[in-house]
């Protein structure tokens, strides 16, 4: 079993940055993929960022492509989602997960992923 736990949440203003990380602790050598989701009220869940281990590969959504910036540290087992120049939309719960080996295009599919945190709060305001 894989435990997460996020922290670095909040309140930000509209241009802002926060940085988010996620502890991991557990059975975590299988663990190869790691992703930050994200779900607004009313919204579906979004795939935001992923990261292989060791950082081999990055994965991002459209929408945050050049304001945030995955990374993993394996040994310290943490990821963590930079986050730059926010804005009023990325408010919402950011969740970490983290699953094994996956299919080349699901990086940012939930549903691949077999472990979760139980998420944190990020709110921007304009």
């Known amino acids: 079993q894989v435990q997460l736990q996020e922290s670095g949440g909040g309140s930000v203003q509209s241009g802002g940055s926060l940085k988010l990380s996620c502890a991991a602790s557990g059975y975590t050598y299988n663990i190869y993929s790691w992703g930050w989701f994200r779900q607004a009220p009313g919204k579906e869940r979004e795939g935001v960022a992923a990261?292989?281990?060791?950082?081999?590969?990055?994965y991002y959504a459209d929408s945050v492509k050049g304001r945030f910036t995955v990374s993993q540290d394996n040994i310290n087992k943490k990821l963590y989602l930079q986050m730059n120049n926010l804005r009023p939309e990325d408010t919402a719960m950011y969740y970490c997960a983290a699953g094994g080996a996956m299919d080349a295009g699901t990086e940012l599919v939930g549903d691949a992923y077999s472990f979760w945190g139980q998420g944190i709060q990020v709110t921007v305001s304009s």
């Open positions: 990261v292989h281990s060791g950082g081999s590969s990055t």
